[in-house]
Nanobody, 123 residues
Framework: QVQLVESGGGSVQAGGSLRLSCAAS????????MGWFRQAPGKDREFVAA????????YYADSGKGRFTISRDNAKNTVALQRNRVKPEDTAVYYC????????????????WGPGTQVTVSS
């Protein structure tokens, strides 16, 4: 049974930093692309960042380029999202997701999801 559990959410002031982590189990983590998505109140869930199975290739939504960094530790089955210079518009529930393959990270490629963690950025 695949299980993804996010942690590290909370409240932060604009301009600050926050690091989200996701622990994965029940899947061959090191062979799958992993990603982060978010959903703000009243909006659709949107892609934030993803990396390939080896962590070499990464992909970011325009909203996070230069501010967010995705990383993974295949030995620990974890993926992290470092968020710097956060903005109030970054307020959302953040979800960790596992792709169905090691190199595909389009939004429709993700088949397993965590329950999400709330991040609130105050101005």
């Amino acid at each position: 049974q695949v299980q993804l559990v996010e942690s590290g959410g909370g409240s932060v002031q604009a301009g600050g930093s926050l690091r989200l982590s996701c622990a994965a189990s029940g899947l061959t983590f090191s062979s799958l692309a992993m990603g982060w998505f978010r959903q703000a109140p009243g909006k659709d869930r949107e892609f934030v960042a993803a990396n390939r199975w080896d962590g070499v290739n990464t992909y970011y939504a325009d909203s996070g380029k230069g501010r967010f960094t995705i990383s993974r530790d295949n030995a620990k089955n974890t993926v992290a999202l470092q968020r710097n210079r956060v903005k109030p518009e970054d307020t959302a529930v953040y979800y960790c997701a596992a792709s169905r393959s090691g190199t595909s990270y389009g939004p429709s490629d993700f088949g397993s999801w965590g329950p999400g963690t709330q991040v609130t950025v105050s101005s």
